[in-house]
């Protein structure tokens, strides 16, 4: 890989951040989307994602899963502030994001940057390589040393395209190789941090090991930060050093993916990784968790804890008090009064 001379950047960070802090700080995050029943129906609210904590550290990697509609992409957006929050706290670098107008977010917008799902849609179809990949550096009045066109050419060969393919368009190029080129977006303005939405699952089992690689070395190469969100969970243990599992707009349980994968604390978490297949198992008694019911509409969602309709192991405690993350003896901090307790099997 051609290096990009990160020193620079990393002592960057080193002076705007403050002592021992994150570089990001989630607190309390809420989005709540209105919608109407009817034509004149009450106004109610969509509880998307309902008061989550979490913090990520320079370099590393978070891992967010859960099932689809559990608040992943609309946490995603919100950190790298496509999306207004509705309440709650974003702290990156030390300065409060949450609400920052669009003139002083396009400093920090070289930091931020978001890899999209859809590598056939997140590209313009009208543009070619070399103005997809260059659009952040001409959005932000950057001329690179040795041209923009030298640049957009290093960015490319870094991910493992031709650089040569500088005036060809996106059509011309497969979906793995199209997600390539949204990572050398994402990399054009050397950023601190990446938030990567489920940026494998619209790929083949084969491209996605390929694209995972790729973001790894990245990773160690650049010291990158990720919040990578998917609900493929191998994908997760493969690519993540700390896990965050959420459930209908929360969170339920944080911790390093041997704490998740190997003893987890929470119902929820058990029930998810039970339904990985593994291969070496086949024909054999897998202890399978199957959750009866369907997850609550996020417009009402259950009083107390929200996966007590579903959970097997619920008591009358679990709809009265809405259990707080708090460390677990596997080390992981979890919301449960009733924390599943040894390894998993």
Known sequence: MTN???????????????????LLKVEGLVKHFPVRSGLFGAKQHVRAVDGIDFTVD?????????????????????????????????????????????????PLRQDMQIIFQDPYSSLNPRHTVGRIV????????IEPAGGVKKRVQELLEIVGLNPEHYNRYPHEFSGGQRQRIGVARALALKPKMIVADEPVSALDVSIQA??????RDLQR???????????????VRHFC???????LGKIVEVGSRQQIYEQPSHPYTKALLSAVPDVTKLGASLGRIRLEGDVPT?????????FRTRCWKAQDLCAQVEPPLDPKPNGSIAACHFPEVGPLR
């Open 4 to 22: 990009l001379v990160v020193p620079q950047q990393a002592a960057a960070a080193t002076r705007t951040r403050p002592p021992g802090e994150p």
């Open 58 to 106: 320079p370099g590393e990697t978070l891992g967010v899963v859960g099932e689809s509609g559990c608040g992943k992409t609309t946490t995603g957006r919100m950190l790298v502030r496509l999306l207004e929050p509705t309440s709650g706290k974003i702290t990156f670098e030390g300065r409060d994001i949450t609400h920052m107008n669009r003139s002083s977010l396009r």
């Open 134 to 141: 260059a659009m952040p550096l001409s959005v932000n009045g």
């Open 210 to 215: 390929q694209v995972i690689n790729l973001l």
């Open 221 to 235: 190469e650049f010291n990158l930060a990720f919040v990578f969100i998917a609900h493929d969970l191998a994908v």
């Open 241 to 247: 050093e700390r896990i965050a599992v959420m459930y």
């Open 298 to 306: 996020p417009i009402n969602p259950p009083s107390g804890c929200r």
